[in-house]
């Protein structure tokens, strides 16, 4: 044996003599999972992953226990979904939009007009459709754990109210890195430019582009209403959010705490939607008395030079079906 080897473990055994075995049992056992977010504390997607923490801590004994990183402190959402699939973090809460181009079946959700309104994605996502997509992120090394509202996109910018197809052309748009996201927004004559959240306030104050398409909660949030006081309300997209959770965490745990894993995230949906139609109803409000300018559109247009996408994205015959499965459903 070296005196390195002697060195460490006599550092070791004394680490151990001096926590007592009791203490050293429950450390053994305690975990803080690390959760990223790149949305500021307070947002209901942040406060909806504390209150599953809180659920956790509750039925674990204390045992396991969650940490959110907000505000982006982990990185943006492209960066932080490739740590969360290799295990340097253990869950995260993103759109479905950044996984497009890994997950083909989170392609689905997003698709232009797929949902005819709120309750109806919530019952999708809450059904089987919902159940296909959580398990198709297992090949990626994620586990899929629940779905959150994200409201409806619709498009803002610093030019000119939305109301036709024209108003469109050569608009300068950043959309989310997702090919769909691209060719959503190109199909309707604008020039989409993919950008992570955290670049696009600058990016509409210098002009590098126009406008940007997003819920009330977010555009409010991100303070993008700022800068880009157009909003029109095309309610292209319900693209929901994930909550996801690296296998590689999850597979440390015991059995039975992958299953109150998994109930908790499903709990927290409840409290998410709750506070999602709270902050939906506070950011809207809060954008108009700043003197943003909303305006109605007739979306059937939209509705028709999106088409395209359907066949280009949903193409096969398990998200075609999907697709069918989604609108048949009541
Ligand atoms: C928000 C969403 C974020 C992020 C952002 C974006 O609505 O909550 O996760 O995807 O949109 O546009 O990048």
């Known amino acids: 044996m070296t005196f390195r080897a002697i060195a460490l473990g006599t550092v070791a055994a004394l680490a151990l003599l001096a926590a007592g075995p009791a203490s050293t049992s429950a450390l053994a056992q305690e975990v803080t999972l690390r959760s990223a977010d790149i949305h500021p504390d307070g947002y209901p997607t942040v406060e909806a992953v504390k209150y599953f923490g809180e659920l956790l801590k509750e039925r674990t004994d204390g045992r396991i226990a969650v940490q959110v990183f907000h505000s982006a402190q982990l990185g943006q959402e492209k960066e932080t979904i490739e740590q969360t699939r290799f295990g340097v973090i253990d869950l995260n809460r993103v759109n479905m939009g950044p996984f497009n181009n890994l997950v083909p079946a989170t392609v689905?959700?997003?698709?232009?007009?797929?949902?005819?309104?709120?309750?109806?994605?919530?019952?999708?996502?809450?059904?089987?459709?919902?159940?296909?997509?959580?398990?198709?992120?297992?090949?990626?090394?994620?586990?899929?754990?629940?779905f959150y509202d994200s409201g409806a996109r619709s498009f803002y910018n610093s030019k000119h109210p939305i109301r036709t197809l024209d108003d469109m052309k050569g608009l300068k748009v950043r959309v989310i890195q997702s090919d769909l996201f691209l060719d959503m927004v190109n199909a309707l004559g604008a020039n989409a430019t993919p950008m992570p959240p955290g670049e696009v306030y600058s990016a509409l104050q210098t002009g590098v582009v126009d406008g940007a398409e997003n819920n009330w909660p977010s555009y409010e949030s991100f303070r993008h209403f700022e800068v880009a006081k157009y909003y029109s309300i095309t309610q292209h997209s319900l693209s929901p959010e994930v909550f996801v959770m690296s296998k590689t965490s999850y597979d440390r745990l015991t059995p039975e705490d992958q299953q109150i894993v998994r109930a908790a995230a499903k709990e927290s949906v409840a409290r998410m939607r709750e506070l999602w139609e709270a902050r939906s109803g506070e950011a809207e409000a809060k954008v108009r008395a700043a003197g943003i300018e909303a305006n109605e559109v007739d979306k059937a247009p939209f509705v028709a030079a999106m088409q395209p996408i359907y066949e280009k994205y949903a193409g096969t015959p398990e998200l075609k079906a999907m697709v069918e499965a989604i609108r048949t459903t009541e």
Do not use: C, Q, Y
């Not at 232009?112 to 997509?133: K, L, N, Q, S």
């Open 108 to 146: 689905v959700p997003a698709l232009p007009f797929i949902f005819r309104d709120t309750a109806h994605m919530r019952t999708v996502m809450d059904g089987p459709v919902g159940e296909e997509i959580l398990k198709s992120f297992e090949p990626l090394g994620l586990v899929g754990l629940a």
